[in-house]
């Protein structure tokens, strides 16, 4: 088995049911796959704080402020498989 690179959109997805996604990510990260959280929200002082402390501390947290969230997680060297998000539409656009 080849370990998967799954990034999570944070808000109205992770924060949908954040009991759900704890475990998720806990049985993901438990099968070798890595988890990754990529946000477009602007990467200030606070944003950060809310999802690094809301998020599993192995998950780390990519702020991208609306540009496309796939060009943002390679630009961080993350070539992620599979994106579960409520916009899909934003992994491949800029959304501002």
């Excluded at 402020?65 to 491949?92: C, F, L, M, N, Q």
Aim: hydrophobic share 35%.
């Amino acid at each position: 088995m080849t370990p998967l690179t799954i990034a999570i959109d944070y808000d109205r997805t992770f924060t949908a049911d954040c009991e759900l996604w704890r475990c998720f990510i806990s049985t993901a990260t438990k099968f070798g796959h890595r988890i990754i959280c990529v946000s477009a929200r602007e990467n200030t002082p606070g944003n950060r704080y809310e999802l690094t402390q809301a998020m599993p501390i192995s998950v780390p947290v990519l702020l991208c402020y609306g540009h496309p969230k796939r060009e943002h997680a390679a630009g961080h060297g993350y070539d992620v498989d599979i994106w579960i998000d409520d916009h899909p539409e934003t992994v491949s656009q800029a959304v501002l």
